[in-house]
């Protein structure tokens, strides 16, 4: 059971209501596939107050390389605002005057859960040694974390991309746990093509002479020039063939757009390179694409029809017009399935996988339909 280790403190200047805080389980941590990683630290930020019967938490679960800081400004610990925080806040899609909603680092990431890149008890970086993770052993801890907290039941689970699918974990293996979830842009199972892109990133990085195999701390080395590529094969995954060509396509000479010696959608990929080389490591982009690759609820539970079929909570389905990584007929799948077959909200964007982050208002509106119930 975790138990909780230290108050960290608050993440911006008078505030009392985004914590950055550890848990640790001293017994370590066995998982799926039969490795064990411990003691476990778990990162967690929190916005609004529990209630006295703990019935109002709501569960934010981030995608790939999100981490704690879902709302709130940029502080010390996290560089850049919330990456949901249009939607999380007094008045908001998810209303924190009404609920208390909590956010934590996933198991395997680099933003103060255990990774690759924590210290083993040796005293030493995990690096390679850190084993494989599947989507459920991320939401076996986050299921401990939560009892550690007093939660037992969340008002709801809401999570997108890689986020959906521990939601979706969530709601099958825990179907008592909660009362509603929100699933957006996101599959049941991970498909042929969202494999191929995601194990080509995988080899990217595997690449780089600095990756070391999987030792790089140990050399003080970094694996930049890889994990660079790798986002930005993911980053074009990630938005539309009509926003590349609004934005970076040709002039009105018939020119394609460039950018000094580049073209214009050449400097845009490798700005978001960059960006994630500078707050990510290759190793937890390693393995929790792995972890996404191996997504499949239906997996030693009887098939998909099956697993949703045991889904005992009140289900919304989210996704987006133009998303080409996790596309439209993903959600009409799940939703189908689901025993309540809701109609899938559907939210008009261009820009892509992206948009549940993105497109706030579309976005916003259906959370908000699907908390108000």
């Not at 993770?133 to 801890?141: A, F």
């Not at 133009?322 to 799940?334: A, G, K, V, W």
């Amino acid at each position: 059971m975790l138990q909780k280790a230290t108050e960290l403190g608050s993440t911006s200047p008078g505030a009392d209501l985004r914590r950055y805080q550890a848990l640790s389980e001293g017994d370590g941590f066995l998982t799926e596939y039969g490795s064990t990683i411990g003691p476990i630290e778990v990162a967690y930020e929190t916005w609004g107050e529990l209630n006295f019967g703990a019935t109002n938490a709501v569960l934010v679960l981030h995608a790939l390389t999100g981490d704690s800081h879902a709302a709130g400004p940029a502080n010390q610990a996290h560089p850049t605002p919330g990456w949901w925080d249009g939607l999380i806040g007094p008045g908001r899609a998810i209303d924190t005057d009404r609920y208390f909603v909590v956010c934590p680092n996933v198991l395997g990431g680099c933003r103060g859960t255990t990774g690759p890149a924590s210290i083993a008890p040796d005293g030493k970086p995990y690096g390679s040694r850190f084993p494989y993770i599947t989507i459920r052993d991320q939401v076996r801890v986050e299921r401990s974390f939560a009892k550690a907290l007093g939660i037992d039941r969340w008002a709801a689970i809401v999570g997108g991309s890689m986020g959906g699918m521990r939601a979706l974990e969530w709601l099958i293996e825990y179907p008592d746990a909660a009362a509603k979830g929100i699933i957006l842009a996101t599959g049941a199972v991970a498909t042929a093509e969202q494999i191929a892109l995601s194990s080509l990133q995988i080899q990217m990085i595997k690449e780089d002479p600095d990756y070391c195999g999987g030792d790089y701390l140990h050399y003080n080395r970094s694996p930049r020039r890889g994990l660079s590529m790798a986002r930005q094969l993911a980053q074009i995954s990630y938005r539309s063939p009509e926003e590349f060509e609004e934005r970076f396509g040709k002039n009105a000479d018939g020119i394609p757009v460039r950018d000094g010696g580049l073209y214009a959608v050449e400097s845009y990929l490798q700005h978001h390179g960059t960006k994630l080389v500078n707050r990510f490591d290759a190793n937890s982009y390693i393995r929790l694409s792995e972890a996404m690759n191996h997504h499949n609820v239906g997996r030693n539970r009887g098939g998909l029809v099956a697993a949703l079929a045991s889904v005992r909570a009140e289900v919304a389905v989210v996704g987006i017009t133009s998303d080409r990584l996790y596309p439209l007929h993903q959600q009409y799948e799940i939703a189908s399935l689901l025993p309540s077959q809701p109609e899938v909200a559907v939210v008009d964007s261009p820009v892509g996988h992206d948009g549940f982050l993105v497109a706030v208002e579309g976005v916003g509106k259906a959370i908000a339909a699907a908390l108000a119930g």
